[in-house]
């Protein structure tokens, strides 16, 4: 198996016409965890979405692949089974289908016929990731997501993560609405994942989970691009200092909260 590598190129995106990600550029590879932070309203969430292919978001130009394969070719499902993971791509209530049995027709989804994960390897599987996240068994025969509590939904994202496990995961502000404990399980999970066959991209508020999730390279993102890249002790000086600095070095004019912007 080719060791995982996402590649971002000039990517553009736009929403109902107006351009929200524009020159956007990075690689990601197996192995490496990179945090995205940035002011609200940059585009962070926009460009989430755009690579999942959500079909609000329109790709004007740029590319995007996935182990050399061009992801914008792929149906949304298709980019799920080349091994790529967006903590939110998932409906949030799903009536009816057991957490359990979502997460099984999810892994049997990316192999080949005959090749399906056996029950008694999945039931194994999911108690032991079900430990690794501190989450009461009684969650897998709930239906997918209903009633769950903001931070049990939370941990139910990165339980997917640790059953799919997928080459390249985005996870969008994993870290909202979770109480510290929670924060801590949930960087365990990731960290679990760790390892040179797979990457991921965390966008974050808060350099809080990055004291748990040590990124190898932090970029911060403003007005649709990548403005500033460093290791963690970036996240920690915005973390001190907010991000006036590095407007200020880079020339960077404040943008009024919903104004439109030049293209
Ligand atoms: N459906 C939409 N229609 C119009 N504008 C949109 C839509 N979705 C997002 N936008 C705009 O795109 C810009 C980027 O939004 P996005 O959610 O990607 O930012 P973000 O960096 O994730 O912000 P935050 O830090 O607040 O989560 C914002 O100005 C937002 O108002």
């Given at each position: 198996m080719s060791a995982p590598n996402l590649k971002i190129e000039n990517?553009?995106?736009?929403?109902?016409?107006?351009?929200?990600?524009?020159?956007?550029?990075?690689?990601?590879?197996?192995?490496?965890?990179?945090?995205i932070m940035g002011p609200n309203g940059t585009g962070k969430s926009t460009?989430?979405?755009?690579?999942?292919?959500?079909?609000?978001?329109?790709?004007t130009s740029g590319k995007v692949f996935l182990g050399g394969e061009d992801v914008l070719d792929m149906e949304v499902d298709e980019r799920a089974r080349a091994g790529l993971f967006l903590a939110m791509q998932y409906p949030s209530e799903i009536a009816g289908v057991t957490n359990a049995d979502f997460m099984r027709s999810a892994i049997n989804a990316g192999r080949e016929e005959g090749k399906e994960i056996s029950l008694m390897k999945f039931i194994r599987k999911m108690d032991e990731k079900m430990d690794v996240l501190d989450m009461d068994?009684?969650?897998?025969?709930?239906?997918?997501n209903e009633g769950f509590s903001g931070g049990e939904k939370k941990r139910n994202e990165?339980?997917?993560?640790?059953?799919?496990?997928p080459k390249i995961a985005i996870?969008?502000?994993?870290?909202?609405?979770?109480?510290i404990d929670a924060l801590k399980v949930v960087s365990n999970g990731v960290n679990d994942m760790r390892g040179p066959e797979f990457g991921c991209l965390i966008i974050t508020h808060y350099q809080r989970l990055l004291n748990y999730i040590t990124p190898d390279k932090v970029h911060v993102m403003m007005q649709g691009r990548i403005v500033k890249t460093g290791g963690a002790e970036l996240a920690e000086r915005l973390e001190a200092e907010g991000y006036d600095w590095i407007k200020e070095e880079l020339g960077i004019e404040d943008e009024k909260v919903g104004q439109e912007t030049q293209a």
């Open positions: 990517l553009h995106v736009a929403i109902e016409g107006k351009e929200i990600i524009k020159d956007f550029n990075l690689e990601i590879n197996g192995g490496e965890i990179h945090a460009l989430a979405s755009a690579i999942m292919g959500h079909p609000k978001y329109e790709i068994q009684a969650f897998s025969q709930r239906y997918l990165i339980l997917q993560l640790l059953m799919l496990e996870l969008d502000e994993i870290d909202s609405g979770l109480d």
